[in-house]
């Protein structure tokens, strides 16, 4: 949305706000080269894999990294055999891990850290206000609202820990193949 001004009087203003149309598809995506390839190619399984069993343990960009290296490393191994591979940069693993494959654990995790977030607001700013003579007093809504996001708090740490808990299917071993 963005705002101009359009002078009705000469010596005054009115702001105007506008919407403008954007495109559904992000065009994004469909550059995207690992979205390209086939999601079934042992080392995209893999890179899923590790991708999956790492989340919550380290770092995301660590995390990259590490998938970075191994997909230059079975870049390597199937040049060697004079097997085509596509160029894929950190960037492009980056991206697509963080914009194009749904991790539940990541987005989980991201909704606790919101509602706690919001509990600090609700306990800083609209639980209580203090009068002129500095009596404090709480305010009901807002803590029944602040004891909602705790118990959905709850819910989601709870839930988060049963997905920590769920065992990755690792493929033992990973066997030249071309990519589709």
């Not at 002078?7 to 690992?34: G, M, Q, R, W």
């Not at 290296?69 to 085509?84: D, S």
């Not at 989980?108 to 600090?120: D, S, Y």
């Not at 007093?137 to 769920?166: G, N, P």
């Amino acid at each position: 949305m963005f705002a101009h001004t359009i002078p009705t009087n000469p010596n005054e203003e009115e702001i105007v706000e506008s919407e403008e149309t954007c495109h559904v598809v992000d065009y994004e995506e469909i550059n995207c080269p690992l979205c390209k390839l086939n999601s079934k190619d042992a080392i995209i399984m893999k890179m899923n894999t590790m991708e999956e069993s790492l989340t919550g343990k380290i770092a995301p960009v660590e995390i990259y990294k590490t998938l970075f290296g191994f997909y230059q490393h079975q870049k390597q191994e199937l040049e060697r055999q004079c097997i085509p591979c596509p160029v894929l940069s950190e960037d492009d693993i980056i991206r697509h891990y963080e914009k194009h494959k749904v991790n539940l654990k990541n987005i989980v995790a991201n909704e606790i850290f919101l509602a706690n977030e919001m509990q600090k607001h609700f306990a800083a700013e609209q639980m209580a206000t203090r009068d002129i003579n500095g009596k404090k007093t709480l305010h009901s809504k807002s803590v029944d609202q602040w004891i909602r996001i705790s118990r959905h708090k709850l819910d989601l740490v709870k839930y988060y820990q049963s997905l920590s808990k769920k065992k990755v299917n690792e493929p033992s071993s990973i066997k030249p193949m071309e990519f589709d």
